[in-house]
């Protein structure tokens, strides 16, 4: 792609870092862009495969795919699922949807605290929790971070184009699951 000879022609270039970061930039949106004409074109719904999987094993993916951003700010992930627990649904559009949460916690949050996950189960469903230290959201934005493109006050200083909490609720939803922030 022309991404690609972009990024390998950074690694000949004197100005190499300012190439490489604003090749990053584009390349996290076109995968942004990407993921929100799948979601709109109905490709999440028509490619869903709900079976019955392991909630751990889908919190260790959604810990694996973010473990180098938490890494890199010093930031510890403790998690508390207990073994054998298991519901319905896409691993890879769930782990998908967890992620980006997750995404946004390590974003969102001060070098070296903590982010908790934990997860239980009810009669009819799984609760996934995922609690930060970050600066939190006001709450009269909180309806708000579900739309698509939207970006809260507090947002302006982490990269972003606010796709990831839409595509979130909408893998979610789609799945007859349900998400919500406090």
Do not use: H
Not at 20 to 35: G, P
């Amino acid at each position: 792609t022309p991404l690609s000879s972009i990024l390998m022609y950074n690694e000949m270039s004197e100005n190499g870092e300012i190439i490489r970061a604003q090749a990053e930039k584009l390349t996290f949106l076109m995968d942004s862009l990407t993921r929100l004409a799948k979601c709109e074109g109905g490709l999440i719904a028509e490619n869903l495969s709900p079976k019955e999987n392991s909630v751990k094993e889908l919190i260790r993916r959604v810990i694996e795919a973010n473990y180098a951003n938490a890494d890199e700010k010093n930031m510890g992930i403790r998690c508390d699922v207990p073994d054998g627990l298991m519901a319905v649904f896409d691993l890879r559009w769930t782990a998908e949807a967890v992620g980006n949460i997750l995404d946004n916690a390590v974003k969102y949050s001060p070098d070296g605290s903590e982010i908790r996950i934990s997860a239980c189960a009810y009669d009819m469903f799984v609760r996934i929790d995922i609690a930060d230290q970050g600066v939190g959201i006001p709450e009269d934005e909180l309806c708000n971070i579900w739309n698509r493109f939207y970006r809260g006050k507090n947002a302006e200083s982490v990269s972003g184009v606010g796709i990831g909490l839409y595509l979130t609720a909408n893998i979610l939803n789609t799945e007859g699951g349900r998400v919500s922030a406090s």
